[in-house]
C-alpha cells in the first residue's frame, strides 16, 4: 500500500468519525432545544398560575378590608347604641 494510499485511507477514517460526531451533537442540540422547549413551557404555565394567585390575593384583601371596615362600624356605632359591652 502506498503512502498516499495510507493518507487517504486514514482521511477517510477520519471523516467517517467526524460525520458521526456531527450526528451525534445534532442529536443531542434536538434534545437540548426540546428540554428548552418544555422548561419554557412550564415556566409560562407557572407565570399564568402566579398571576391567577396574585389576583386570588387582591381579592382576598379587598374582602378583608371590607370586613374590617363593617366590624369597625359595628364597633364604633351599633355596639355603644345598643349597650351590647
Known amino acids: 500500500m502506498s503512502v498516499v494510499q495510507e493518507k487517504l485511507d486514514k ?3 477520519n471523516e467517517s468519525k467526524l460525520a458521526k460526531d456531527i450526528r451525534q451533537l445534532r442529536q443531542a442540540l434536538d ?3 426540546n428540554q428548552l422547549t418544555k422548561a419554557e413551557l412550564l415556566r409560562r404555565a407557572m ?4 398571576e391567577r394567585l396574585k389576583m386570588a390575593l387582591a381579592d382576598k384583601d ?3 378590608q371590607a370586613c374590617s371596615t363593617v366590624l369597625g362600624y359595628i364597633v364604633l356605632f351599633w355596639i355603644p347604641k345598643y349597650n351590647m359591652v
Open 11 to 13: 482521511m477517510s477514517s
Open 31 to 33: 434534545e437540548a432545544e
Open 47 to 50: 407565570d399564568g398560575d402566579n
Open 62 to 64: 379587598t374582602e378583608t
